[in-house]
């Protein structure tokens, strides 16, 4: 089951929304070329602040990607950001993706 996530929450210099938006879209290109890649959301959840849910079915899944190109790509992009981004690790309690939750 795809329970293992991180929660990136990244904060764009003011102005500089557009160019955060195009490198997570970017990024998302980036993603297949990893193990593991099960759920990836870049999202835009208002104002200067974005942010990157990606989840796994195992460990070492995640610990890739916490090293991969996603994670090479944002910071090649340092630029655009106000602050670092904070990675939150995350285990959700169920994934009712792809199937029936009922």
Do not use: Y
Request: proline share 7%; net charge negative; aromatic share 8%.
């Amino acid at each position: 089951m795809t329970t293992l996530s991180f929660l990136v929450t990244l904060e764009a210099r003011p102005g500089r929304e557009p160019d955060v938006a195009a490198v997570l879209r970017e990024a998302n290109k980036l993603v297949g070329a990893e193990p593991g890649a099960h759920i990836w959301f870049g999202f835009h959840s208002g104002g200067t602040t974005f942010g990157i849910l990606d989840a796994f079915d195992a460990d070492f899944e995640r610990h890739v990607r916490l090293h991969g190109r996603v994670r090479a790509a944002v910071e090649a992009h340092a630029e655009l950001f106000a602050t670092p981004p904070v990675i939150t690790v995350v285990d959700g309690l169920d994934a009712p993706l792809g199937r029936d939750p009922a």
